[in-house]
């Protein structure tokens, strides 16, 4: 599991000529880390005076992104397992009708399966954000930078997430699938992104003042 290796463990098996963890892995990890810079700025907040009246909600918060940065690390490691058993598809023989038909089938359910687990970290990147939010307007103000790159890390997640729901669908056999997870995944990025480079603006103008 990527929670039980040393940062540089992952680095050196993620340049490797395996396949996994690869792009998937990254970005779950990515927004694992950018929830817990969020977690960093709600534990500089809670417990000043100055901050009193949004102590509960920033309990709250940081409940949620606890959630959220073992959800992403859970999915970084789920990307990896559900693609052994693709790649292994590809090796299935097809040599005649009945193969080539039990291969296509296995592959289009082993696509699907590796379609949703980024579609599922893009929904989590979706509600991460929307706890920044909240934190770039109501955190601490010496934490507030930290907002802002815990946000890019989300942001990272998001469209990482997207390229691999693409990579997945682009080969599924069942189109109206295929085409359905795709906008799911457009609806999300834009979603996201959106939100994203609004708080990251936000921070942006409040390091200015």
């Known amino acids: 599991m990527i929670q039980d290796l040393t940062v540089d463990i992952f680095l ?3 340049s490797s000529k395996s396949p996994t963890p690869g792009g998937g892995g990254a970005a779950g990890l990515g927004g694992a880390v950018g929830a817990a810079l969020g977690e960093m700025v709600v534990n500089l907040t809670l417990g000043k005076k100055k901050y009193a009246d949004v102590e509960e ?3 709250s918060i ?3 992104l606890e959630i959220l940065k073992t959800e992403f690390i859970r999915l970084a490691d789920e990307d990896g397992i ?3 058993p693709l790649a292994a ?10 193969e080539k038909k039990y291969k296509e089938a296995v592959l289009e359910e082993n696509l699907l399966k590796a379609s949703l687990v980024p579609v599922s970290v893009m929904e989590r990147a979706v509600e991460a954000l929307g706890l920044m939010e909240i934190l770039a307007e109501k955190g601490s103000r010496l934490a507030v930078s930290d ?3 815990g946000v890019q890390f989300i942001r990272s997640a998001l469209l990482g997430a997207k390229m691999n729901v ?3 669908t682009g080969l599924m056999k069942n189109r109206e699938k295929a085409v359905s997870l795709n906008e799911q995944a457009e609806k999300l990025a834009q979603e996201g992104t959106r939100r994203a480079d609004a708080i990251y603006a936000a ?3 409040a390091l200015r003042k």
């Open 57 to 59: 909600e920033m309990q």
């Open 166 to 168: 693409s990579i997945n």
């Open 62 to 64: 940081l409940e949620k």
């Open 147 to 149: 907002v802002g790159v």
């Open 203 to 205: 921070v942006e103008a």
């Open 82 to 84: 559900v693609f052994a």
């Open 12 to 14: 050196k098996e993620l």
């Open 89 to 98: 598809a590809y090796g299935l023989p097809s040599a005649t009708e009945e």
